[in-house]
């Protein structure tokens, strides 16, 4: 009977621990999302304490920062030479930079040799643009009588400030020193032929095509004194 009463009160409880693993495991939440929550939470706290990944430059570049990418296409040579094309910027023209700009020379222009009374021993060349676009008188000019074999020099002294510039139809001067006033100097000659070189972007450099002034039937005296001014805007400027 004891056996029997035993054997009853372990089936029971047998009966009860299967009923309740049964509840535990039927239920959608409970102890084991309790659990989740908890192994989360310090997942969450690592992720945020750990250093942001560095990136490489290729990506850096591609954000907007300095890498290559966000260099774009920069050269030294050529932003000079987009400085040097014009005062505005990239992009913009200026009919007096260097790349835009018209020389004057004996193909856009008409040139007179004229001698005058005061100073004396002077000529007065006068070069009138005659051209569409303005043209820019560069240096000064350089002279050749006849055959002469040696180039007159500057005079210094006249050198402007700023490059002569002659809109259509306008004009710029250079006075000539034909001799010296005093009878000092050398190798006296009669020219009867005047060429007029005009020079470019650089001193010295060919500036086109030369012009050919009439001169007087009696021709023009000169010296080893022969010096011409640089081109002026003013008529006076280059006489005096």
């Known amino acids: 009977m004891r056996i029997f009463r035993h054997a009853r009160l372990l089936a029971a409880t047998g009966v009860a621990l299967s009923a309740l693993a049964l509840t535990a495991c039927q239920s959608g939440s409970g102890t084991r999302d309790e659990g989740a929550a908890q192994s989360g939470s310090p997942s969450a706290t690592k992720d945020v304490s750990k250093p942001a990944p560095e ?7 591609m954000n907007g920062g300095s890498g290559q990418a966000s260099g774009g296409s920069a050269d030294p040579v050529k932003s000079a ?28 222009t008409r040139t007179t040799a004229q001698p005058v009374s005061r100073p004396l021993n002077h000529m007065l060349l006068t070069v009138t643009n005659t051209g569409s676009k303005r043209c820019a008188l560069m240096y000064y000019p350089v002279l050749r009588f006849d055959e002469m074999q040696w180039v007159p020099q500057a005079i210094e002294d006249t050198q402007p400030q700023a490059v002569t510039m002659l809109e259509p139809g306008g004009s710029g001067y250079a006075g000539v020193l034909l001799s010296a006033a005093d009878g000092s100097g050398t190798g006296a000659d009669t020219g009867h032929k005047l060429v007029v070189g005009f020079q470019g972007r650089t001193p010295n450099s060919d500036g086109g095509p030369a012009a050919v002034p009439g001169l007087p039937a009696k021709g023009v005296h000169y010296d080893s004194a022969l010096s011409v001014t640089y081109w002026q805007t003013d008529m006076e400027d280059a006489l005096n």
């Open 55 to 61: 990136k490489s430059p290729q990506q850096t570049g």
């Open 81 to 108: 030479q987009n400085g040097l094309g014009g005062k505005t910027g990239q992009g913009a023209k200026d009919d007096d930079g260097p790349q835009d700009l018209t020389i004057c020379n004996g193909s856009n």
